[in-house]
T-cell receptor
Framework: NAGVMQNPRHLVRRRGQEARLRCSPMKGHSHVYWYRQLPEEGLKFMVYLQKENIIDESGMPKERFSAEFPKEGPSILRIQQVVRGDSAAYFC????????????????FGSGTQLSVL | KQEVTQIPAALSVPEGENLVLNCSFTDSAIYNLQWFRQDPGKGLTSLLLIQSSQREQTSGRLNASLDKSSGRSTLYIAASQPGDSATYLCAVIPIYNQGGKLIFGQGTELSVKP
């Protein structure tokens, strides 16, 4: 059973380009979370998704950032018109739950995508 | 608003030493607290999870304690080894959060010298 898979591991973009980060949760997991780790800062929650639904996006910047988790395929974090301040490590985590929210489960994290904006 | 603080920010110890990492949180209304390990360029590995009703959890050389009333948790590492060198993160899930919306501390960077 493969873990949480994120790709690419490293992504370099020039200012103004779009960045698309992918996350495949662990098999059987239907809950996905995205976190961002800025240089010299701790991990910050961005968005929580279930299949085809955004549950909580309170940590997402209001502009340029969007996330989806379609019925089929990986979850995508999309950053439009990237700026240097978007340079960070983006981590995805997943959990299993088919009976509603259980906050006592461990989260399983991917290895992250390091985004560098030139 | 929940805030999580970890002290010290960095720690260097000789191999074989027992050590304690500290985590404090401002709001005691939490579902659970987790300790993670982060290696450079890699993801996070969950080490120990303590439910709000529990006082401690143990796994091998690791022992984590939780005192909700004082808003503190400690991670005790016995007989440290160079392979323990990593950044250790503490995170809580407040009662008012949904799912796995964790609030992380800044981490303690541990270096164990051979």
């Amino acid at each position: 059973n493969a873990g949480v898979m994120q790709n690419p591991r490293h992504l370099v973009r020039r200012r103004g380009q779009e960045a698309r980060l992918r996350c495949s949760p662990m098999k059987g997991h239907s809950h996905v979370y995205w976190y961002r780790q800025l240089p010299e800062e701790g991990l910050k929650f961005m968005v929580y998704l279930q299949k085809e639904n955004i549950i909580d996006e309170s940590g997402m910047p209001k502009e340029r950032f969007s996330a989806e988790f379609p019925k089929e395929g990986p979850s995508i974090l999309r950053i439009q018109q990237v700026v240097r301040g978007d340079s960070a490590a983006y981590f995805c985590a997943s959990s299993w739950n088919d009976r509603g929210l259980t906050t006592n489960e461990k989260l399983f994290f991917g290895s992250g995508t390091q985004l560098s904006v030139l | 608003k929940q805030e999580v603080t970890q002290i010290p920010a960095a720690l260097s110890v000789p191999e074989g030493e027992n050590l304690v990492l500290n985590c404090s949180f401002t709001d005691s209304a939490i579902y659970n607290l987790q300790w993670f390990r982060q290696d450079p360029g890699k993801g996070l590995t969950s080490l120990l999870l303590i439910q709000s009703s529990q006082r401690e959890q143990t796994s091998g050389r690791l022992n984590a304690s939780l005192d909700k009333s004082s808003g503190r948790s400690t991670l005790y590492i016995a007989a440290s080894q160079p392979g323990d060198s990593a950044t250790y993160l503490c995170a809580v899930i407040p009662i008012y959060n949904q799912g796995g919306k964790l609030i992380f501390g800044q981490g303690t960077e541990l270096s164990v010298k051979p």
